[in-house]
């Protein structure tokens, strides 16, 4: 089984670390991959360059084997659709192999805005991570897809190469790059959001207007 996370990882921190594991360990101890997106150039203003976001998840999961990293769409030019993502993934594993894509039931309530939705599910699982306080409509595509191609446990994605959508509810941490970068930048401490080593490498690079008299 291949699984992918992806996310703007701006930066990486916790609640995305261990919703990761959570999916892992659910799935039999499988590998994830963590995808970091493309950043349109207007939203990487205050943000990390793709070079130092992807630096900062290489320290987040060393020494966690169950956890890697794919920066298939940082090397690609241009907006990254997860579409294009699974197809060249599909391609590269071949028809066979089940692989799955993790994403959060706030992104999931507008799947059907993405581009080429119906043909994700021809190419992939879908793991649709309960994010509190966000529930799904009752009617519409993502409903739907649900209750036609949902299933209870994680060994059904195992017998299949694609097309089952199954609904997880791990613990989710309260924690947010967006908070995470507020903080940094009004001079508060980050501490214990994110793994020290990326903090540290936070403070190294001066990302997000980090000061160094700051104990990070
Ligand atoms: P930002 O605050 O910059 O929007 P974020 O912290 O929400 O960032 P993203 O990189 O945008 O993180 O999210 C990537 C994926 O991680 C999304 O599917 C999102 O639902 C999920 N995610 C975000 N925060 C958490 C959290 N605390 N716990 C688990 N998953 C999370």
Known sequence: MHVIYGGTFDPVHHGHLRLALEVS?????VPVSLVPCHIPPHRGETGATATQRLRLLELAIADEPCL????????????SYTADTLRQLRKELGAELPLAMVVGTDAFAGFDCWKEWRQIPELAHIIVVQRPGITL???GEPARL??????????????????????????????????IRERISRGQSPRYLAPDAVLTEIQRMGLYGACPEINF
């Open 25 to 29: 360990d659910r799935l039999g101890s």
């Open 68 to 79: 890697h990293i794919d920066d298939r769409e940082l090397r690609r030019e241009g907006a």
């Open 146 to 179: 649900l209750a036609e191609r949902g299933v209870d446990g994680a060994g059904a994605l195992h017998g299949r190469a694609s097309g089952l959508v199954l609904k997880l509810d791990p613990p989710w941490l309260d924690i947010s790059a967006t908070g």
């Open 137 to 139: 409509a009752p009617e």
